[in-house]
């Protein structure tokens, strides 16, 4: 008797706990609905199965993907459009190529064109090379009279086949070694 009496209490603690929050009545109210919202639950999910199920169902889903899909591309390619006007040195050739920072940095707002500029930073901070900007000795056609010691680091064997640049080149070097 103890249990029943125990678990008649706790069930009337139940009733007014759930009464507190706003569901009224007494067990057998509680319980219908209940039962009402599990079937309820269950009816819309055998429809919404039926629905899934039905051919006309899958060839909507497949046409909404392909033209979701195309939407997609179609903003991508335009953004890329506006990188590459802005900046001649973007060889991007999809959004995707640009990576994942910049993905991020759209997502938290940023337009194009700022969301570039922080990859372009941050590629910058992360190359431990100066950036070259192109080859020092002949391939312009003009030979430097003295070369810096990132030049002549940057020469190429090619250069130094050059006997005016590898001239040059070594009164460089006994310049820079005074």
């Given at each position: 008797?103890?249990?029943?009496?125990?678990?008649?209490?706790?069930?009337?603690?139940l009733?007014?706990?759930l009464?507190?929050?706003?569901?009224?009545g007494?067990?057998?109210?509680?319980c219908?609905?209940?039962?009402?919202?599990?079937?309820?639950?269950?009816?819309?999910?055998?429809r919404?199965?039926?629905?899934?199920?039905s051919?006309?169902?899958?060839?909507l889903e497949?046409?909404?993907?392909?033209?979701?899909?195309?939407?997609?591309?179609?903003?991508?390619?335009?953004?890329?459009?506006?990188?590459?006007?802005?900046?001649?040195?973007?060889t991007?050739?999809?959004?995707?190529?640009?990576?994942e920072?910049f993905?991020?940095?759209?997502i938290?707002g940023?337009?194009?064109?700022?969301?570039?500029?922080?990859i372009?930073?941050?590629?910058?901070?992360?190359?431990?090379?100066?950036?070259?900007?192109?080859?020092?000795g002949?391939?312009?056609g003009?030979?430097?009279?003295?070369?810096?010691?990132?030049?002549?680091?940057r020469?190429?064997?090619?250069?130094l086949?050059?006997?005016?640049i590898?001239d040059?080149?070594?009164?460089?070097l006994t310049?820079?070694?005074?």
């Amino acid at each position: 008797m103890d249990k029943e009496k125990e678990m008649g209490e706790q069930l009337e603690s139940l009733l007014q706990l759930l009464n507190m929050v706003g569901i009224e009545g007494d067990y057998e109210d509680i319980c219908d609905t209940l039962e009402e919202y599990i079937n309820e639950e269950e009816d819309s999910r055998k429809r919404e199965e039926l629905i899934a199920s039905s051919p006309e169902y899958a060839q909507l889903e497949e046409k909404y993907r392909l033209l979701k899909k195309a939407q997609n591309e179609k903003i991508f390619s335009d953004d890329l459009r506006e990188i590459r006007a802005e900046f001649d040195d973007c060889t991007a050739e999809t959004i995707d190529d640009l990576g994942e920072v910049f993905c991020i940095a759209r997502i938290l707002g940023l337009s194009n064109i700022e969301a570039y500029r922080v990859i372009c930073e941050l590629n910058r901070r992360n190359s431990r090379e100066i950036p070259v900007m192109g080859r020092v000795g002949s391939s312009r056609g003009d030979i430097k009279d003295f070369y810096s010691a990132e030049e002549l680091r940057r020469l190429s064997k090619e250069d130094l086949d050059n006997p005016s640049i590898l001239d040059r080149a070594i009164k460089s070097l006994t310049r820079e070694h005074k």
